[in-house]
């Protein structure tokens, strides 16, 4: 087995981060990981996550974790994202946490948040995404939208589960432990196994 800090040296990863607000406190340690295994990280902020001051965290702390644990600027505006595509930034991008509406604009091809123009500049040059979703309606009106993406060619999942299938039957969240297996394999071509992975 690789040591720590070998796996991804050198990797070009697109870290893009979407509004679920709750799940910022466990995706941030896996930001850390992936930069600890030896990625360069490029950190793309969704309008939502780089305005919104909510009870998990204020946008302009989060925005300044961001560059010090990547060592980049965020790109936080469609104009900055764009390049992404025409100078083949990145190697990988990285959706964590993927809400539920930027799963449905995704799949849908709208284009209107620098999260999705990084997702699309990678898509045209076609390079691998790997989504880490967390939404509360992924078993209800967004299935079909996870459907068609599970099915799309360069476009892999983080192993994800239903969280709380009692009182929430239709939400899932991926497994952000695995995170980093995940990119290793998407780099391969590989969709990391089992996708579904039973409740918490």
């Not at 505006?77 to 025409?86: D, R």
């Not at 192993?159 to 039957?169: G, I, S, T």
Request: with cysteine.
């Amino acid at each position: 087995m690789q040591e720590l800090k070998e796996r991804l040296r050198g990797v070009r990863i697109g870290i893009v981060v979407t509004g679920s607000h709750c799940t910022i406190s466990d995706v941030i340690p896996q930001i850390i990981n992936l930069k600890n295994e030896g990625a360069e990280l490029y950190p793309v902020f969704s309008y939502t996550v780089d305005t919104t001051d909510n009870r998990f965290y204020q946008a302009r702390e989060l925005k300044e974790s961001m560059v010090q644990i990547t060592g980049r600027d965020v790109m936080n505006s469609i104009v900055a994202a764009e390049p992404i595509g025409p100078q083949k930034l990145l190697d990988v991008a990285v959706i964590i946490p993927a809400t539920g509406n930027t799963i449905a604009k995704l799949a849908h091809g709208i284009t209107d948040t620098p999260a999705l123009m990084a997702v699309k500049a990678q898509l045209r040059n076609q390079r691998p995404v790997v989504i880490a979703v967390s939404t509360n309606d992924a078993l209800g009106i967004n299935a079909v939208n996870i459907g068609m993406l599970l099915n799309m060619k360069n476009i892999y999942f983080v192993p994800f589960r239903q969280d709380n299938p009692q009182q929430k039957a239709n939400s899932i969240i991926a497994s952000f432990d695995l995170v980093v297996d995940t990119v290793i394999n998407a780099l391969q071509g590989k969709q990391l196994q089992p996708v579904m992975l039973g409740p918490l």
